[in-house]
């Protein structure tokens, strides 16, 4: 016999769940579920037990609430400003492209900003997300937001895999990122040639040739915040030892990715999102110094994980990213590190011939002085006819 108690359904956007409100054998004595998160149209409201307010009434939509209220606010929306990418990434920066991909898997709607020369806001903190009144930086925190957004990319995890994501994001941040920084900041090789070629041209002038160095002293004081410990001070001291745990670390992800394709099954969580934004970066690349590079690509399974990110999630063809394109992009970049590199030494010869020519004392101009005679025959005379 069919079921006759059945009122009505309401499925929910995210969870693709159905909520059932039913009555009870005699009667209307069953109840109602509260609707927490639904989305109802306000044409069937009243019969759920909402109350509508005038704008509703008049304007329609829909509205998010529980049993006796009525309305809400859209969602803001969410803007994140970021570096832009290449080499087959959607950004070259780690922590930029962190945020990136767990917006891609938690679902959150992301409006993204690149920056580019024609920006005027700061770069110290990329990246930066905005919504309404709030302005918030650091991958951490962003990530935190979005959490509270119920953007959670983790909402399967139990409560040992929380743990773990935990002490393997500190693990990451304490072993691979002092190496990642100094790849792009501190290497001169790659820092003159990939590095500051590419940032500055995406800063405006003269900017662009002061604020590429103001970054990589902060990257080297982030390092030696981390590994400048007694005995060791100075960064020759532990450039040694960066680059051992760095490679440590990335046997560590490797044993624990296994032949899975995400660290915790077929989902991406956020211990996904930061092994992409680190190793990526480092895995894609053109650098000329690639020790950590060549480290990356002896770990297949890690190369096979960023891949996959990369087109199932960005949409980005491995198969399009010819050698040729790629050699195209050398080529200009290699200009462009020329030009850079032309417009410092211009300005560092111009500073140098100041501070070596000679600082003469201001010449006065000579004062005449008048004798008595002088004055005696200057003094008024009658004019000749």
């Known amino acids: 016999m069919a079921d006759k108690s059945f009122v009505g359904g309401i499925r929910e956007p995210r969870q693709g769940l159905v909520r059932v409100i039913r009555r009870g054998r005699s009667g209307w004595g069953g109840g109602r579920v509260a609707l927490e998160r639904s989305e109802v149209s306000p044409k069937l409201a009243p019969h759920f037990g909402f109350r509508l307010s005038e704008a509703e009434r008049r304007g329609g939509g829909h509205f998010r609430g529980t049993r006796g209220r009525g309305g809400g606010k859209m969602a803001a929306p969410l803007e994140l400003r970021c570096w832009g990418g290449g080499w087959g990434l959607p950004s070259v920066h780690s922590e930029s492209l962190v945020v990136l991909a767990y917006a891609k898997f938690s679902g959150a709607p992301l409006k993204v900003s690149v920056i580019d020369n024609t920006w005027r806001g700061s770069r110290g903190d990329v990246p930066i997300l905005t919504s309404e009144d709030n302005i918030v930086s650091q991958p951490a925190k962003i990530l935190n937001f979005l959490r509270k957004q119920k953007y959670n990319a983790d909402y399967q995890l139990s409560a040992k895999q929380g743990a773990d994501t935990l ?7 304490e072993k691979l990122l002092p190496a990642v920084l100094h790849t792009f900041w ?15 041209s995406r800063i405006p002038f003269p900017l662009s040739l002061i604020l590429p160095g103001r970054m990589s002293k902060r990257a080297l004081n982030r390092i030696l915040l981390t590994k400048g410990e007694p005995p060791h001070y100075h960064l020759k001291e532990v450039e040694a030892q960066i680059y051992r745990d ?3 670390c990335l046997n ?16 991406p969580t956020t211990l996904d999102a930061y092994v992409f934004g680190f190793v990526a970066p480092l895995y894609k690349v053109h650098f000329p110094k690639v020790q950590l590079q060549e480290h990356v690509k002896q770990l297949s399974n890690l190369c096979r994980f960023c891949d996959d990110i990369l087109s199932c999630y960005f949409r980005i063809s491995l198969a399009g990213f010819s050698p040729a394109g790629q050699d195209t992009v050398d080529a200009n970049l290699q200009k462009l590190t020329q030009l850079v590199n032309k417009e410092s030494n211009l300005i560092e010869k111009m500073d140098d011939n100041l501070r070596q020519s000679p600082q003469l004392p201001p ?10 005679a002088d ?8 004019l000749s006819p």
Do not use: H, M
């Not at 501190?186 to 500055?200: G, S």
């Not at 560590?252 to 989902?267: K, P, V």
């Not at 004055?375 to 009658?382: A, D, G, Y």
């Open 252 to 267: 560590l992800l490797s044993n624990r990715l296994g032949t899975s394709q995400f660290f915790f099954g077929n989902t």
């Open 363 to 372: 010449r006065k101009l000579p004062t005449l002085k008048l004798t008595t």
């Open 167 to 173: 002490a393997y994001i500190a693990l990451l941040e």
């Open 246 to 248: 760095a490679k440590e």
């Open 186 to 200: 501190i290497e001169n090789d790659n820092y003159f040639t990939v590095t500051k070629p590419w940032f500055a």
């Open 375 to 382: 004055e005696e025959s200057n003094s008024f005379q009658p």
